[in-house]
């Protein structure tokens, strides 16, 4: 099992371009979720889903779009990236019932200029 | 929303010694506390977790408390050895995870030889 492959690793963009951070997992887990991490802030919520076709908004989904259409990936889409969007997001697996917990994966780093 | 404090940003103990880290929680709903471990450039790894029907869970060093009343879980980590060096947050959720994750700030935990 690869877990959960998140790419890029890293990726500049220009403001207003638009991007999709991918996201899959070989786990067979319901749930995904998306994170962007900042310092001093911990992790915080864009968006989540239980299963495939069914998604929601987090704390922080102003910018972002997200579709499930498979259980095995979860792409996350700025639409029009803006210097506030620099960050490191993750994206995180775990099975129905959260048995074993989320499992993250190594993140995306992103830089918005 | 949920809200997650964590407390302290920033913690120093000899080897050897035992380190603790709060959190209290706001959401009375929230029903599954998990910790990770982050360590540099790479995404959090789940070290424990504990649900609202158990007061305490142990695995080996670490060990979770849970107080449902006061809205308060605490990591407790014995013998700590230079390996646990690292940044630990908490989270919380509310749909036993199905949700996505609220987590604190972070302390970075720092193990002087």
């Known amino acids: 099992n690869a877990g959960v492959t998140q790419t890029p690793k890293f990726q500049v963009l220009k403001t207003g371009q638009s991007m999709t951070l991918q996201c899959a997992q070989d786990?067979?887990?319901?749930?995904m979720s998306w994170y962007r991490q900042d310092p001093g802030m911990g992790l915080r919520l864009i968006h989540y889903s239980v299963g495939a076709g069914i998604t929601d908004q987090g704390e922080v989904p102003n910018g972002y779009n997200v579709s499930r259409s498979t259980t095995e990936d979860f792409p996350l889409r700025l639409l029009s990236a803006a210097p506030s969007q620099t960050s490191v997001y993750f994206c995180?697996?775990?099975?129905?019932?959260?048995?074993?917990?989320?499992?993250f994966g190594s993140g995306t780093r992103l830089t918005v200029v | 929303g949920e809200n997650v404090e964590q407390h302290p940003s920033t913690l120093s103990v000899q080897e050897g010694d035992s380190a603790v880290i709060k959190c209290t929680y706001s959401?009375?709903?929230?029903?599954?506390f998990p910790w990770y471990k982050q360590e540099l450039g790479k995404g959090p790894q789940l070290i424990i977790d504990i649900r609202s029907n158990v007061g305490e869970k142990k695995d080996q060093r670490i060990a979770v408390t849970l107080n449902k009343t006061a809205k308060h879980f605490s990591l407790h980590i014995t013998e700590t050895q230079p390996e646990d060096s690292a940044v630990y947050f908490c989270?919380?959720?509310?749909?036993?995870?199905?949700?996505?994750?609220?987590f604190g700030k972070g302390t970075h935990l720092i193990i002087q030889p």
């Open positions: 989270a919380a959720s509310r749909g036993g995870g199905a949700d996505g994750l609220t």
């Open positions: 995180a697996s775990s099975l129905q019932g959260n048995l074993g917990g989320y499992t």
């Open positions: 786990m067979n887990h319901e749930y």
């Open positions: 959401d009375s709903a929230s029903n599954y």
